[in-house]
Every structure is written in C-alpha cells, then in structure tokens.
C-alpha cells in the first residue's frame, strides 16, 4: 500500500506548482520503492499514471501540443526504474543497494535525457562542446533530482528500519507484565 502512496506523492510533485525547485520531485524514489516492493504484474500502474501525468502538464499546465514521441525516453526510463528497484533491492534491501539506487537513477536519467534533448532537438550544436552545455544547463536539475530521490528513498526504505529497531529496543527495556 506505502508504494501506492508514494506514487501519488510522485504525482503530486509533479503538478503542483514548486518554483525554484526545478526537478524536485518524488518521482525516482517512489519508482525505485514501487519496483523493489511491488510485483511485475503491478508495474502498469506507476508507468500508466506517470505517463497521465506527462500528458496533462504537457496540454494543460504548459499548453503544449503532445506528441508522444517526446516522451520515449521518460517513458523508457520509468520503466528502468521500476526494473533497478526490483533487480537491485526486491530480494536484499540495504543501505548500500538503497543508496546505489538513488545514485543510479537519477544519474542514469540525467545522462540519457540530456543526452536525447542534445541529440533531437535544435536547442544546442551537435557538436561535442554544445553536448557538454547541454549537460551543463541540467546540472541544477540533477542536483535536485539527486536530493529528492535520495530524501524519498530515506524516508521510505529507512523509516521502516527505524521503527522495527525503536520497537525491539523499547521490548527489551519495557519488562514484561509491566
């Protein structure tokens, strides 16, 4: 259920205005979370809403036409995603392979999408110092997208951990018939 809620939250962050916080969103870690706690057969739904989401900002919020060939490469990397979390932390979760996930996925989408925007679009030269401005005018996205997700996956995978500990350390201290 926790997965479902944080999908919403991911959403949500999406659509409600946030100035200034350019790529501050619980989209990564909630990704992350859902695949690493949630079945292959589940896996529509985080994809099916984030997509929603991207057209409606797209027609609605920044009336735009759509064209779902820009999103491809999104789309792909939710997908990714939902796969590292499964693959990575669904059988073994540690702080470790936690922390390899909110470091993989939003580098990975830094990279590709950077990387699709420089090669698809007119915004920069094809060249190799218009694929390194390119890269340079998301570092402020990145870094956001970095503490978000890293924030996300925190709360998620580690409040859990913290609570179990608080409960054994206060079974131990609580005597019992007390």
């Known amino acids: 259920m926790f997965a479902y809620v944080l999908l919403l939250a991911a959403v949500l962050t999406r659509v409600l205005p ?26 529509l739904a985080p994809l099916a809403a984030l997509m929603a989401t991207d057209y409606y900002l797209t027609v609605y919020a920044y009336h735009y036409a759509f064209r779902w060939e820009g999103y491809v490469t999104t789309w792909a990397w939710y ?19 936690v922390t390899a996930g909110a470091l993989l996925g939003p580098t990975s989408f830094f990279v590709v999408s950077n990387y699709a925007v420089w090669a698809g679009s007119g915004m920069y030269p094809h060249t190799t110092g218009g694929l390194l401005a390119c890269y340079a005018a998301a570092i402020p996205f990145y870094q956001n997208d970095l503490l978000s997700t890293g924030l996300v996956c925190a709360v998620a995978f580690g409040a859990p951990v913290l609570v179990r500990r608080m409960r054994m350390d206060g079974a131990v201290a609580v005597p019992a018939g007390k």
Not at 32 to 38: D, E, H, N, T, W
Not at 79 to 97: E, F, P, S
């Open 18 to 43: 946030h100035a200034g916080w350019f790529n501050f969103t619980a989209v990564g870690g909630a990704l992350l979370y859902f695949g690493a706690r949630r079945s292959w057969r589940e896996m």
């Open 79 to 97: 997908g990714a995603v939902l796969a590292l979390g499964y693959i990575l932390l669904h059988a073994r979760t540690n702080a470790t392979r």
